[in-house]
């Protein structure tokens, strides 16, 4: 009965770690596979372009370096309050109101 009690605690305790250690894994991409994120020309927000496409209009690729993977990741909160203008450069999102 002991060994019993005490594989059940050890399979609990393995789920425990496995589900904590996992959590970070299962934070949803930004964009689906063979995609990649774009940006809007002065406007916070993003689309997802297939990887073998050029931007559409209005879009442009976000700064090498600076480009969201994971929802809630720095540069996807980043890219939050941030905007490329037409000109390529990072500018600070006009507050809404």
């Known amino acids: 009965m002991r060994h019993v009690r005490r594989a059940a605690?050890?399979?609990?305790?393995?789920?425990?770690a496995f589900g904590?250690?996992?959590?970070c894994s299962m934070q949803d991409a930004?964009?689906?596979g063979g995609e990649y994120p774009v940006a809007p020309v002065g406007s916070t927000g993003g689309a997802c372009v297939p990887k073998d496409e050029e931007p559409p209009k209005g879009y442009v690729r976000y700064p090498e370096g600076k480009?969201?993977?994971?929802?809630?990741?720095?540069w996807d909160q980043y890219w939050e309050t941030?905007?490329?203008d037409r000109d390529g450069t990072v500018r600070k999102?006009?507050?809404d109101g």
């Open 9 to 16: 605690a050890l399979a609990a305790v393995a789920a425990t």
């Open 20 to 23: 904590t250690l996992t959590a």
């Open 30 to 32: 930004v964009c689906g």
């Open 67 to 74: 480009v969201p993977e994971k929802v809630g990741d720095t």
């Open 93 to 95: 999102a006009p507050a």
């Open 82 to 84: 941030h905007v490329i």
